[in-house]
Structures are given as structure tokens and as C-alpha cells.
């Protein structure tokens, strides 16, 4: 974190690309509670990312949400690379969403009441 204010802040994250390479990207984070959460570049591999994730409620459960635009210059050239881009940040993205339902199953598990089995009296 780069910087820090009441609902926004700057942060700087590295993304591996392949072996000891990593992309450094400066963003904004902007929160709205409790269901939002916006990202935009500042600085970065291609001149324009603005991506939402959303948690929203649907029949009993809990869904999150992501949409993202990422935007280049350079014409084919930038296209090509912003392609390139993409495809790796939709991986990092696809992690993150296993990790995050990953943590949230556990938590579920966890808060959920164990049943204990009550002993059985008499002949089985």
C-alpha cells in the first residue's frame, strides 16, 4: 500500500509472468461497503485496466462477481500484447477466485454445527 485514504487507496502488487519475471502494477482500490470493489491503473503494462468484483446476494447465498476492460495503444502491436495481458491476468484472477472460495467453504465448515450421532440403545 502506497498510499491510504477513507475509502480508496494506492497499492502497488506484483504479478509473476514466467520464472523470476514479475509485472509491477500501480492501481487504485476504491471500497464500497459491502459490496464493491474497484480497481484502476495508474501504471502498469498497458495503459488501461478498470476492473469491478461485486459480492451480491441470490437465494440464500453469497455470489461475487467480476468484470473487467483492459484497453491498449499501439494498434495490432498493442492489441497482440494486450492479449498476452489478458490472458495472464485472467489467470491470476481465476486463482484468486479459488483461493477466496476455498477460504470461504472452510469458514463455512467451520461455523457449521457438527452433528454428534447419539448412541444407539439397545440391539442393533
Known amino acids: 500500500m502506497l498510499e491510504r485514504g477513507s475509502d480508496m487507496v494506492l497499492a502497488a502488487h506484483h504479478t509473476p ?10 492501481e487504485t482500490v476504491r471500497l464500497t461497503r459491502p459490496e464493491r470493489v474497484d480497481f484502476r491503473v495508474v501504471r502498469g503494462a498497458v495503459p488501461h ?3 469491478t468484483f461485486r459480492l451480491h446476494q441470490q437465494g440464500g447465498i453469497t455470489l461475487l462477481t467480476y468484470d ?6 499501439l494498434w495490432g502491436l498493442g492489441r497482440r500484447w494486450g492479449d498476452l495481458v489478458a490472458a ?5 484472477v481465476a486463482e484468486s477466485f479459488a483461493a477466496v472460495k476455498t477460504e470461504a467453504e ?19
Request: positive net charge; proline residues 7%.
Open 17 to 26: 509472468i514466467r520464472g523470476r519475471l514479475q509485472a509491477t502494477t500501480v
Open 49 to 51: 485496466v478498470v476492473e
Open 68 to 73: 473487467g476492460e483492459l484497453g491498449t495503444d
Open 88 to 92: 495472464r491476468w485472467q489467470a491470476v
Open 106 to 124: 472452510r469458514r463455512a465448515d467451520v461455523r457449521r454445527p457438527t452433528r454428534r450421532r447419539q448412541p444407539r440403545l439397545g440391539p442393533s
